[in-house]
């Protein structure tokens, strides 16, 4: 319901902008939508000179387990393990700084905190919620021109994650007053990941539209023993310029990720299923609804909100209900 009520307040607030002017220009920094939907990173490039700062927030809310893409009930979960979880929320605050010391190269560091909380149901009936906070893995990245002209653009992403997340995040569990969470609760992947990505994007008068290809490759093995999943990701957008100030888009989202190769070996995985590393792959493909204002004095803000309209999990896993992202970013 709440996002429902989201989507239909940007819709809102696209009528009473949307009505006026019509400046046709070329994709420079001065339109709304020469930024893709905030929840594409990497997504610009900078001319040289130019900083960014930025502030991006976060919102997952999942809820319920999918076995393949089947709903199933906390009950069908406890018979095969000792505990379900049941609902998971994940919020991130994320601060970014972009500089281009060139036209051709712009650098992109992400430094993420992070707030995970899981709900679960025991098989005795007991509910209990577990939570992680603290910094995430930083993002590290450089954006290269590879070739643009003045109504299309594209960039490799060379980017990096660093493990300067948890892997070891604890909290009071019925096992024990501090007891190791399980992976989907841990905050870094522990191990150097590339990030390797194209982005491209397309303008007219009044119209953008992109497309970007992220990969997530985990090189080795982090201290405790496993390597997450590689994650595959493509989105592809189109947003309508309505004004100098105000652009809306529509994006879908197709993600896929792998299962984790070897275990942490102080995790049970007969317990729960979030301990199992071989009920941990999936792919998802969101649809997602955005808003750009860019108030032309350096000043943006966005904001973008998603529903999966497809889900496939491997063995039992909480699924995504909805996706959320603001942003402020200002460049000078
Ligand atoms: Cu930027």
Redesign the pocket.
Same mark, same amino acid.
């Given at each position: 319901m709440r996002i429902k009520a989201l989507f239909l307040c940007l819709f809102l607030l696209v009528g009473q902008v949307g009505a006026d002017q019509d400046t046709p220009d070329s994709p420079n920094s001065a339109r709304p939508d020469s930024h893709a939907p905030i929840g594409v990173m990497g997504d @610009?490039i @900078?001319k040289e000179g130019e900083w $960014?700062v &930025?502030y991006r927030f976060k919102l997952m809310q999942m809820d319920g387990n999918l076995n393949g893409s089947d709903s199933v009930s906390t009950q069908q979960v406890l018979s095969n393990f000792m505990v379900s979880p049941t609902e998971m929320t994940m919020t991130g605050h994320m601060l970014g700084l $972009?500089y281009a010391p060139n036209d051709n190269v712009t650098a992109m560091v992400m430094l993420p905190f992070m707030n995970k909380s899981m709900k679960h149901l025991t098989r005795t009936g007991r509910s209990f919620t577990t939570n992680a906070n603290g910094i995430g893995d930083v993002k590290l990245s450089a954006l290269v021109k590879l070739w643009s002209n003045e109504n299309h653009r594209l960039h490799f992403n060379a980017g990096f994650s660093l493990p300067t997340g948890t892997i070891d995040a604890r909290d009071a569990t019925p096992m024990g007053p501090n007891s190791l969470l399980p992976y989907p609760m841990q905050l870094g992947s522990g191990t150097l990941d590339l990030m390797p990505g194209m982005t491209y994007s397309g303008f007219s008068d009044n119209w953008s539209w992109g497309a970007q290809a992220m990969g997530t490759l985990r090189l080795g093995e982090n201290r405790n023993g496993y390597k997450l999943g590689s994650v595959g990701d493509l989105s592809v957008w189109g947003a309508r310029k309505w004004n100098d100030k105000i652009s809306t888009s529509l994006r879908l989202n197709g993600t896929t990720w792998g299962n984790i190769s070897g275990s942490d070996a102080r995790l049970n995985p007969r317990i729960i299923p979030t301990a199992d590393p071989d009920l941990r792959a999936g792919s998802r493909l969101d649809l997602l609804v955005g808003l750009n204002a860019n108030f032309g004095d350096g000043h943006r803000l966005a904001i973008e909100g998603g529903l999966p309209i497809a889900q496939s999990l491997d063995g039992f896993q909480l699924k995504t209900k909805y996706v959320l992202t603001g942003g402020w970013?200002f &460049?000078f």
């Open positions: @610009h @900078h $960014m &930025s $972009m970013q &460049s």
